[in-house]
């Protein structure tokens, strides 16, 4: 008996599929809001893509959307003007049919709701939003406006990390009862950076711990109970936290995330007739090291396309272009209880945003 697969392989990594790069339909013209660090990478990657065009990107500053524009080949940029937000000009762009966000976590809600809001395809970088009443919100608005929302959560779209669902499937591990990820950086302490700043939903839960709950995600689902405890420092996020979710299988699996310590980095899903360990980064891994029972080990490596983007971006160009407004592998469902469990974590951590006290538009 095989076991369920509770995160679907999107067809970009089925076997036989070709380069995610490769085209799947009509071309898409992309507009990006914000101009940091992921936004780089993931602009690289949407430019591999033969059915994209890189249409538009929006800063708040004129010379940072102009040099983006410039280096990446879009066709036109915008920035904060004394009437409209850049977005705000980037949205009422008729030229731009789907658009990715990359700002803090703390504006992704109100960034998102106005791109659908212009009935704008939305591809949100994660956290979707900083609490489930705002996620809800989105996903009823995106729903009712008939367009396409995703979270960004590329490692489920990765090569290896689908090939480990598959293997759980196959029941060559047998029955899974303990996952155990880590994600963990030194970030240097700076009240202005993101990552720090509550104002930004700055702490290490929203920006790092998806990723090792994807591990638990995929390998037990959703769990029936969660249990936190967090480093908050004096400005009120979290600087590390550990998770441990209960399942009525008895299955456990502990989650770490932390801004203050380096860590391995590294998932392990362990069943009755073997375990898995993920290379290197957890959340970009590129190698599986498979450890049977009683058996010989063995080390299994995956090619990946350019930053490792692209296969996101495929399911995204995908969904939109056969008419889709979710993506079966990262559905409205998933994005939705996972902020609740986050709200949970928060609530048994301490962690209060002022996006939590702001009225959700109606």
Known sequence: MTAVQHIPTPPCVQPGAPSPVQSTGRTLRWGVV?????????????????????????????????????????????????ELRGYDHLFADPDVDVVYIASPHAQHYAIARRALEAGKHVLCEKSLTINAREAEDLIELARSRNVFLMEAVWTRFLPCINHIWELIASGELGDINWVQADLGFPAPYDPSNRLWDPAAGGGALLDLTVYPLTFALGALGYPETVHAVGSINPDGVDAQNALTLGYASGGLAQLTSSLVSSSPRTAVISGTKGWIRTGSPLHNPVELTIVPHTGEARVERFPQVGNGYAY?????????????????????????????????VRAQMGVLYSNDEAGVPR
């Open 34 to 82: 914000a101009t940091g660090n992921i936004a780089e990478r993931v602009t690289e990657d949407i430019a591999r893509l033969e059915d994209a065009v890189l249409q538009a990107v929006s800063s708040r500053r004129q010379a940072s959307a102009e040099e983006f524009a410039s280096r990446f080949g879009f066709a036109t940029s915008y920035w904060d003007s004394d």
């Open 312 to 344: 996101e971006l495929r399911e995204v160009t995908r969904c939109i272009q056969e008419g889709l407004v979710e993506s079966p592998t990262m559905t409205w469902a998933d994005s939705l209880r996972t902020m609740r469990l986050f709200d949970a």
